[in-house]
């Protein structure tokens, strides 16, 4: 068992540039989460679903997309990347929501210069 | 919507001695309280629950306190070790979104030699 796997570990971009990040589970869990961590400001929700085909915008959805074409994968995209976005982005699934563990990802390091 | 807010930022104690950090929340209604410690370099990990029906909880040498009363949670860890030496983040469900939790800002905790 893998856990949570995310890819890239690291990037440096710049601004205007696009990417994904993408993150892998292989516990069959329905709810899967992207977090970006700033200093100061703890674990802000960016978007989340609730099952493959599905997504919701979390606290800070602006400048991003995602999609979650399988139950295993959830894939966070920036289309035009800001130095506002330089951020570790963290990803995280559950089986039961909000009502129990979350299981995260290593996180990735992004920089935007 | 729910708000965590979390204190303090930064904790230093010295070895052998305890260690207690605060959360409050806004939602009357949440009702699931997660803390997660987040080692360098890594995700966060669940390190301790408790839900709205319990008062407190133990597991060794951590234990949560939660007063609904007073919308406040509380993290304590006795006899500090070097390893205990992390991020912590506490966070509580909303009761109108089972989906997701929301995070508390962090505390950084340091324990002296």
């Known amino acids: 068992n893998a856990g949570v796997t995310q890819t890239p570990k690291f990037r440096v971009l710049k601004t205007g540039q696009s990417m994904t990040l993408l993150c892998a589970q292989d516990?069959?869990?329905?709810?899967m989460y992207w977090y970006r961590q700033d200093p100061g400001m703890g674990l802000r929700l960016i978007h989340y679903?609730?099952?493959?085909?599905?997504?919701a915008k979390g606290e800070v959805p602006d400048g991003y997309n995602v999609s979650r074409l399988k139950k295993q994968n959830f894939l966070l995209g920036l289309e035009s990347a800001a130095p506002s976005q330089t951020s570790v982005y963290l990803c995280?699934?559950?089986?039961?929501?909000?009502?129990?563990?979350?299981?995260f990802g290593p996180g990735t390091r992004l920089t935007v210069l | 919507g729910e708000n965590v807010e979390q204190h303090p930022s930064t904790l230093s104690v010295q070895e052998g001695d305890s260690a207690v950090i605060k959360c409050t929340y806004s939602?009357?209604?949440?009702?699931?309280f997660p803390w997660y410690k987040q080692e360098l370099g890594k995700g966060p990990q669940l390190i301790i629950d408790?839900?709205?029906?319990?008062g407190e909880k133990k597991d060794q040498r951590i234990a949560v306190t939660l007063n609904k009363t007073a919308k406040h949670f509380s993290l304590h860890i006795t006899e500090t070790q070097p390893e205990d030496s992390a991020v912590y983040f506490c966070a509580a469900t909303p009761r109108s979104s089972a989906s997701k939790i929301i995070f508390g800002s962090g505390t950084r905790l340091s324990i002296r030699p």
């Open positions: 939602d009357s209604a949440s009702n699931y």
């Open positions: 516990m069959n869990h329905e709810y």
């Open positions: 995280a699934s559950a089986a039961a929501g909000g009502l129990d563990e979350q299981f």
């Open positions: 679903s609730v099952g493959e085909g599905t997504t």
């Open positions: 408790i839900r709205s029906n319990v």
